[in-house]
């Protein structure tokens, strides 16, 4: 599976009841242009918005998913459950997960090795945070959440990294241009210690993207797509992001 750049992917977070979630979806699915679109819709529209899109190209995924296929997990759900109602994609390792609900590389981990089982595109996010990257140790960081969240000897064919710097999600701040090239250039060299060369796997830039910087982060060196969180909700805006990359 080789996903045509620029890959624009949506975070709706948790936001989106039936009717605005589904409006939202129809006007992602009828965007023009060249590129890979997806959607990760609160799990309880998951179903319909795949049914609102089909005949699209867009992919639809969800936001998190358990390590175990299945089990006595209160308020989760498993890879299989994704992929029975038609999702092709999850979002592991978000910052609101690591930070907010105190997911560790480990755990991460897991919940990739049962999304590659359920052959869902898995989408690992990292960053630092705001006192990670003031010491100085962004890339120690990003090589530890590298290193501990992704397994290995799965279809690397399936697999994403969003670079998230934590302190530029919902923040409205962005690194300069210059860090972000050089913060993806320092992914793509630890992904292809471990994956090789071939390998290829899409980097996306996540944290604070509107239509308003989008082209100019698109257009950054290494940069293979972004991943949209506030401004995913507004069709406008996130169609405009897509059509910056073109
Ligand atoms: C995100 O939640 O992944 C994200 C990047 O959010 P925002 O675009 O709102 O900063």
Partial sequence: MSLERPIVFGNWKMNGLREDGLALARAVATAPGKGTLGIFP????LREVILAVEGSNVIVG???AHSEDFGAFTGSISAPMIKDVGGTAVLLG???CRHGLGEADADVWGKAEASARADLL???CIGETDDERTAGRRDAVLRRQIDGSMPRGSDVSKLV????????????K???ESDIVSAHAFV???LDAIFGRESRIPILYGGSVKAENAAAILALEGVDGVLVGGASLDAESFVRIF????
Wanted: glycine share 8%; no cysteine.
């Fill in 62 to 64: 969800a936001q998190n």
């Fill in 174 to 176: 962005t690194p300069s």
């Fill in 188 to 190: 793509r060299e630890r």
């Fill in 42 to 45: 609160p799990a309880t529209i």
């Fill in 122 to 124: 898995t989408v690992i």
């Fill in 161 to 172: 990294v969003a670079y998230e710097p934590v302190w530029a999600i919902g923040t409205g």
């Fill in 94 to 96: 978000h910052s609101e």
């Fill in 243 to 246: 059509q910056a990359g073109q």
